[in-house]
């Protein structure tokens, strides 16, 4: 099936710190979706890009849809210690049903004070 | 806001125990979902349903069963619950149409002894 090469796995920033972090696959997506997961929570669904190109910001958030379609990043501004958790990237690949979501390993965002 | 519940947050059953997890949303979604995470495998998706008494199998539907009777509530059954079972289980649920957000529950952590 179709993967998606989400990296950095880890990442260990000082807080007020850029961060940026992306997911990349060999096919081409239609949809890319943004998930936060805090230690013993389900995922919490920060961003959508529906279109090529597009840029959508979400407060110190910003994603973009690659012009490939077949890449994404997040960046988050200024970090601060409330960041902490576990990034994820979805995406629905080109042909597949409106319910499919391939989903990336992760990045595991570390802040310190 | 979407809100998705799940019945329990800790379970711990027994080899052979048929457990029964339960999940309700608010939204008057069409899909819902069921997913396993774990540990270097991402989430993998078990089960959907795009509407009462519909399901489909996804990747990994193999030693379990659902159930919807009623649109706002899905259940995912293990009949005979083994060891490799422990995991952590996310719901999910969608409304109808070409967006791809999926909205998680907080997830329930299945241990079986």
């Known amino acids: 099936g179709q993967q998606l090469n989400q990296s950095p796995q880890s990442m260990f920033i000082q807080e007020g710190e850029d961060v940026s972090m992306n997911c990349t696959s060999s096919s081409i997506f239609n949809t890319w979706l943004w998930y936060k997961q805090e230690p013993g929570e389900g995922p919490v669904l920060l961003i959508a890009?529906?279109?090529?190109?597009e840029l959508t910001s979400n407060g110190r958030l910003t994603a973009q849809f690659g012009i490939t379609r077949k890449d994404s990043f997040l960046n988050i501004s200024a970090s601060i210690p409330s960041d902490v958790g576990i990034y994820f990237c979805a995406g629905q690949p080109s042909g597949a049903g409106s319910y499919q979501l391939t989903f990336g390993k992760g990045t595991k965002l570390s802040v310190i004070p | 806001d979407v809100k998705v519940t799940q019945s329990s947050r800790y379970l711990v059953k027994r080899t052979g125990e048929k457990v029964f997890l339960e999940c309700v949303q608010d939204m008057d979604h069409e899909n819902m979902f069921w997913y396993r995470q774990d540990p270097g495998l991402g989430l993998r998706l078990i089960y959907f349903?795009?509407?009462?008494?519909?399901?489909e199998k996804g990747d990994i539907p193999e030693g379990y069963s659902v159930s919807r009777e009623k649109k706002e509530r899905f259940s995912l059954i293990l009949e005979s619950a083994s060891t490799n079972q422990t995991s952590m289980y996310l719901c999910?649920?969608?409304?109808?149409?070409?967006?791809?957000?999926?909205?998680f529950g907080p997830g329930t952590r299945l241990t079986v002894l």
């Open positions: 349903s795009y509407d009462v008494k519909m399901k």
């Open positions: 999910a649920s969608k409304d109808r149409g070409p967006y791809n957000e999926q909205f």
């Open positions: 890009l529906y279109k090529a190109g």
